[in-house]
């Protein structure tokens, strides 16, 4: 199995990088498991890891329908915080904080997580005392933030206008310097081999068209590679939760799935070493590596399953990264894709046993499920394998929407685009 060493850089080197052996196996599927996980994204893919590291449980299988890491894992603007308000949030997201800053070490693998600070931009004096109020509740509970002044940005900021005269004048700002932006593909990668060395079957081109049932009971599912039963299903499918589900007889699931799309311009010489989030709409950017300026924005307006978005969004992201950097004006797009989000009507996610019995269920994860990789997996790991929650997954159950106990971290109700 590949090693990333040094020597073995230069070995494959000097034969031509003709000798590498893949990072995981393909197995053929076994009849039947401990644990199904279907979905190879970044959270299907930690939870096989950690049930296999954390809890001795090593006979399970990833189903993915394509290939491992072509979902939102892998089309995402990669950017990590823990920036939440309520203290559910602030708990589960600082414990994946902690993760994100051992886990190339961990992993044994380079997921390039780089703590370069997300800075959220105010435009008035009231977003200003609402985000002071955010950063305490954020040191609070043991996560970093300050708030910065415009000249402060300025100088951290290159190309930001904060002249009085910008389109929407700028009153400060919060930086959490701990959160920063990972390598996507490296994270799934990193987690699919880790699963792989300890046992996990990674069931490429395998799609779960049905599940089995004995009773209420889920006691496997039917694929594309045929049947594979199992103890436990845990669905891990972000934006096809809503179909998965029904699948199972799930007919209504509080979710909404709808496009994100993301953008890379032109490589331009590195000048911003932060991610930026604008105050007075939806849109963020950060600088890759390569050198390309990373924008995001708001969601499509409508459902849908398609993997591309529409041009009212494209205007929208370039109009508010142009409200922030007039000076970016000539630097060319060069590509632009979409995923297809799990937007819960809270905003917050869902990690539980459940809804049917032998069934485990992980979704909702809107703009942000990225930065949750970690801990989802964890955490979900955890769930399947006592068969209850962990205390930092507890809040996050499928029934507090029957019971009105809503995670609203932005206090914007049942309005999957606001949070
Ligand atoms: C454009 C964009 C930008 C984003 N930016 C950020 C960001 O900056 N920071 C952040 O934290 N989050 C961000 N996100 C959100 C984040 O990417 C997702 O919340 C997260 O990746 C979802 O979890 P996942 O990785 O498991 O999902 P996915 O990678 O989508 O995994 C789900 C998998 O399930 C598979 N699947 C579906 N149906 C079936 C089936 N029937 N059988 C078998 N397999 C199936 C899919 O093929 C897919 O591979 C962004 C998302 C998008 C689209």
Request: proline share 5%; aromatic share 10%; charged share 20%.
């Amino acid at each position: 199995m590949a090693e990333y060493s040094a020597l073995s850089l230069l070995k494959n080197a000097f034969s031509g990088n003709r000798d590498w052996k893949p990072a995981w196996r393909k197995p053929d599927p076994k009849p039947s498991y401990d644990v199904i996980i279907v979905g190879g994204g970044g959270h299907g893919l930690s939870t096989a890891y950690y049930l296999a590291k954390e809890h001795g449980i090593t006979n399970v299988a990833v189903l993915e329908k394509g290939w491992l890491g072509s979902g939102n894992v892998g089309r995402n603007t990669t950017a990590v915080r823990s920036n939440y308000l309520l203290p559910q949030n602030i708990r589960f997201y600082e414990h994946s904080m902690k993760m994100w800053e051992n886990l190339s070490h961990d992993l044994n693998y380079n997921v390039m997580f780089s703590q370069r600070g997300v800075l959220n931009i105010a435009h008035t004096p009231a977003q200003l005392d609402d985000f002071a109020r955010r950063g305490n509740a954020m040191r609070h509970l043991g996560a970093d933030a300050h708030l910065m002044t415009p000249a402060e940005m300025a100088r951290r900021v290159p190309g930001l206008d904060v002249s009085k005269s910008a389109r929407f004048p700028i009153y400060g700002g919060l930086m959490q310097e701990r959160a920063g932006t990972a390598r996507h593909d490296a994270v799934a990668w990193g987690y699919a081999r880790g699963a792989d060395r300890r046992g996990v079957d990674l069931l490429e081109n395998c799609e779960v068209q049905g599940f089995i049932k004995d009773g209420d009971r889920v006691v496997g599912v039917n694929t594309s590679r045929g049947e594979i039963r199992a103890k436990k299903v845990a669905v891990a499918v972000a934006g096809s939760t809503g179909h998965v589900m029904r699948m199972a007889g799930v007919e209504r699931m509080p979710i909404e799935s709808h496009t994100l799309q993301a953008f890379v311009s032109e490589s331009l010489k590195p000048f911003l070493d932060t991610v930026v989030t604008f105050g007075m709409g939806h849109f963020y950017m950060s600088q890759s590596d390569k050198g390309g300026l990373v924008y995001g924005g708001d969601i499509e307006g409508y459902n849908s399953y398609a993997q591309r978005g529409n041009l009212p969004i494209v205007e929208e992201v370039m109009s508010e990264m142009l409200a922030l950097f007039p000076s970016l004006a000539p630097v060319r797009v060069l590509r632009s894709w979409g995923g297809v989000c799990d937007m819960s009507m809270d905003g917050s996610p869902i990690i539980t046993t459940g809804p049917l019995p032998g069934m485990y269920l992980n979704c909702g994860w809107c703009y942000g499920g990225f930065k949750a990789t970690p801990a989802s997996g964890w955490c979900f790991a955890h769930t399947i394998a006592k068969d209850q929650p962990h205390h930092f997954n507890a809040p996050f159950t499928l029934d507090r929407f029957h019971r009105g106990a809503v995670i609203d971290d932005k206090g914007q109700g049942a309005t999957p685009r606001l949070h």
